[in-house]
């Protein structure tokens, strides 16, 4: 089945960086574009970043543009969200998703927290 293990959140400091890790298993991870969504505190999900099969293609919130780099590595199943000069509006949980036809799978969540 389609599993995912996040990692790499935690506490950071306004204008630290962050670089969270998706590791995919049970589906064919190349063929697929990956997302990064988030969460806040009373608010809904939203997509934060999307990336294409090959990696070449990226897309990002308004949000976050020239902040956070998605990337992923077919070799490896994984796909990556490097963010620098976080804010405290970036605290959020943070979920890798792939869809699959007409179906969407989550990771669990990571916290990342942006406070001094």
């Known amino acids: 089945q389609v599993q995912f293990k996040e990692s790499g959140g935690g506490l950071v400091q306004p204008g630290g960086s962050l670089t969270l890790s998706c590791a995919a298993s049970g589906f064919a991870f190349s063929l697929f574009s990956m997302n990064w969504y988030r969460q806040a505190p009373g608010k809904e999900r939203e997509l934060v970043a999307g990336?294409?099969?090959?990696?070449?293609?990226?897309n990002y919130a308004d949000s976050v543009k020239g902040r956070f780099t998605i990337s992923r590595d077919n070799g490896r199943y994984t796909v990556y969200l490097q963010m620098n000069t976080l804010k405290p509006e970036d605290t959020a949980v943070y979920y890798c998703n792939v869809r699959l036809g007409s179906a969407n799978y989550w990771g669990q969540g990571t916290q990342v927290t942006v406070s001094s």
């Open positions: 990336v294409d099969t090959a990696g070449r293609s990226t």
